[in-house]
């Protein structure tokens, strides 16, 4: 039996259903007191790994809108989460194809206490690119 190959789209729409049920669990989640593990610190995290080699936050950006809507799914149709705002430094978990926004298709997954799409014409990288999601 052969497989085909996914395409583009199905991987896309695969990679927002995942986001979007880690956004609902993070919201349903209750908060717990005392260790986070997202530490004080913000160039270190206590989380070690997610089993590919690359820290949660380990990527970093700067947010250059004067106010930036980050989404539940990398598109400007879906729920906004929060806002970061000019000069903000974001943790960026990965990144992915979505919604162009001026004529730029990447979207980051940022991981600043929700999990929430930013869309990466409005964040620089600070230091190395992120990975693929």
């Known amino acids: ?7 583009p789209l ?3 729409l695969a990679i927002t259903a995942a986001a979007g049920a880690l956004v609902t669990a993070a919201a349903v989640a ?6 986070d593990d997202w530490g004080d610190d913000p160039g270190r995290s206590s989380y070690h790994g997610d089993g590919g080699g690359h820290e949660q936050g380990r990527y970093r950006g700067v947010v250059t809108a004067d106010r ?3 989404r539940g799914a990398p598109n400007r149709g879906s729920e906004i989460i929060r806002y970061a705002h000019r000069g903000e430094t974001v943790r ?3 990144k992915t194809g979505g919604e162009s926004v001026q004529r730029n298709p990447i979207w980051y997954l940022l991981t600043d206490g929700t999990w929430a799409w930013g869309a990466a014409r409005y964040i620089d990288n600070v230091g190395p ?3 693929w999601c």
């Open 30 to 35: 209750p908060a717990v007191a005392g260790d």
């Open 92 to 94: 960026i978990y990965c």
């Open 68 to 70: 930036l809507a980050l």
């Open 10 to 12: 199905v991987r896309r």
């Open 129 to 131: 690119a992120p990975r």
């Open 1 to 7: 039996m052969s497989r085909t190959p996914r395409s």
